[in-house]
């Protein structure tokens, strides 16, 4: 069985573009979140998503936002790129709303220069 | 605001040594804790959890402590590998609340 997959696993961006982070969740787990992890820090919360519908935003800007599909795969957009945005995108998946988030995928690298 | 930190940022042992890693947390309503270890270039890893009404709990050559009195969570690594070496963090959540890392601590096995 698959792990949690994102994809690209690395990126690079210039300053006020904007980026768009794919997530692919475990068969059978429909809740997906994504946390940003800064170089040297633990991950921080960015959203959750459980069937589609977004059940939790962490204290992020609007220039971040995201959405779940119907085979419960995700994106995260980031517009208006700054270069405080450069970090380790994870995404994690679970079976229910998590309080277990079990499984993180490998992340994306995100710089922006 | 709530915080979950850690007390060393890094730790050297010897390879065969026990290893214990330390982490506070400030939210007394944290009722679930997970431990991950993450290693360069990856996701982090579950590794063990517990829940507040515990206050013990063993793995695999590892084992949680958890003391609410002093809110103070430890995972303890038995006979530490070189294959152990990477960053370990401690995360919690109350409710339906999202998880809260600390920063983590770097553990480095000497062989």
């Known amino acids: 069985d698959a792990g949690v997959t994102q994809s690209p696993t690395h990126l690079i961006k210039t300053r006020g573009q904007h980026v768009t982070l794919r997530c692919s969740p475990i068969?059978?787990?429909?809740?997906v979140s994504w946390y940003q992890q800064v170089l040297g820090q633990g991950p921080q919360f960015i959203f959750q998503y459980y069937e589609k519908e977004e059940r939790g935003r962490g204290n992020f800007p609007d220039r971040f936002s995201a959405r779940q599909f119907p085979n419960y795969s995700s994106e995260l957009n980031v517009n208006a790129l700054l270069l405080g945005d450069s970090a380790l995108y994870l995404c994690?998946?679970?079976?229910?709303?998590?309080?277990?988030?079990?499984?993180f995928g490998q992340g994306t690298r995100l710089t922006v220069v | 605001g709530e915080s979950v930190g850690l007390h060393l940022p890094t730790l050297s042992v010897q390879e065969g040594d026990n290893s214990i890693i330390n982490c506070a947390y400030s939210?007394?309503?944290?009722?679930?804790f997970i431990w991950y270890k993450q290693e360069s270039g990856k996701g982090p890893q579950f590794i063990i959890d517990?829940?507040?009404?515990?206050d013990k709990r063993q793995g695999q050559r590892v084992t949680v402590l958890l003391n609410k009195t002093v809110k103070h969570l430890s995972l303890q690594i038995a006979a530490t590998q070189p294959g152990d070496s990477a960053v370990y963090f401690c995360a919690e959540n109350s409710g339906n609340t999202p998880l809260v890392f600390g920063k983590g601590t770097r553990l480095s096995v000497i062989a």
């Open positions: 517990i829940r507040s009404n515990m």
């Open positions: 994690a998946s679970s079976f229910d709303p998590p309080r277990v988030e079990a499984f």
């Open positions: 068969s059978g787990h429909k809740s």
């Open positions: 939210n007394s309503a944290s009722d679930y």
